[in-house]
C-alpha cells in the first residue's frame, strides 16, 4: 500500500500494518523470542537502529514511544491552542514534536535514551504498552477531519507539513519498519 493521503486510507493502512505486525509476533517461535537480534552480518542494515534493537521487547517499546511523541505533542498543542483564543499566533508556544533537546539530526540519541529506559521492562508489558498507546492514537487520528490531517496549515504547530503526516509515520510506516526488522530477525534464525 502507497503512503495513505487521505484519513480513510490512513485508518486503514494503521490497523492493517498494526494486525500483521501482530500477526507475525504471534508466530515467533521460542527461538526467535528468545535469540538476540544480531543484524552485524547484514551489510544492507548500517542504520543505527539495526545495532540498537536487541530483542522483540525493544521494537515494541521503540514504537510505543513513539506514539507517546505524537499523543503528547497533538494534545499539548491542542490545549495550548484552546487556552490562547484570538490571539496571534506569535503569542503562543507551541511545543515541536522532539522533546528537547532533540531535532531532527539528533533524534537517534533520544532514541537510544528510549532503548535505556525500557531495558527492565518486561516483554509482556511491552506488549500492553503497545496496544494501549496504538489504541490510543487510532481514536484520536478518528477525532480529526479529513482536512484536519491532510491540509497543510490546517493547524499553525504542525508547521509546513500535514498533521497525518505525523500520524502515518507513528502507525503504518513505523508498523512496517517494525515489521521488516523482524523478518530480517527471523531469517538470521534460519541461518544459524
Known amino acids: 500500500m502507497s503512503r495513505p493521503q487521505s484519513k480513510k486510507d490512513l485508518l486503514i493502512a ?3 500494518n498494526y494486525e500483521e505486525l501482530n500477526a507475525f509476533i504471534a ?6 523470542l528468545e535469540m538476540p537480534f544480531d543484524f ?3 551489510k544492507a542494515k548500517s542504520e543505527a537502529h539495526w545495532a540498537r534493537d536487541k530483542n522483540l ?8 514511544e513513539w506514539h507517546r511523541l505524537l499523543l503528547d505533542w497533538v494534545h499539548t498543542n491542542l490545549k ?3 487556552q490562547t483564543p484570538g490571539e496571534g499566533n506569535a503569542a503562543r508556544e507551541y511545543m515541536p514534536f522532539l522533546p528537547a533537546p532533540y531535532n531532527w539530526k539528533t533524534y537517534g540519541a533520544m ?11 518486561p516483554l509482556e508489558d511491552a506488549k500492553k504498552m503497545l496496544e494501549g498507546s496504538h489504541r490510543e492514537v487510532m481514536a484520536l487520528a478518528e477525532t480529526f477531519s479529513n482536512e484536519e490531517l491532510f491540509n497543510r496549515g490546517a493547524f499553525p504547530w504542525v508547521g509546513n507539513n500535514a498533521l497525518g503526516s ?4 507513528s502507525t503504518s510506516s513505523h508498523y512496517a519498519w517494525a ?6 530477525h527471523r531469517k538470521n534464525c534460519k541461518e544459524l
Open 14 to 16: 494503521a490497523t492493517q
Open 27 to 32: 508466530s515467533m517461535t521460542e527461538k526467535e
Open 40 to 42: 552485524t552480518k547484514m
Open 57 to 64: 521487547r525493544d521494537v515494541l517499546i521503540h514504537l510505543y
Open 80 to 82: 495550548e491552542e484552546e
Open 111 to 121: 532514541n537510544a535514551e528510549f532503548w535505556k529506559k525500557h531495558q527492565n521492562t
Open 166 to 169: 505525523y500520524f502515518v509515520s
Open 179 to 184: 515489521l521488516k526488522k523482524l523478518k530480517a
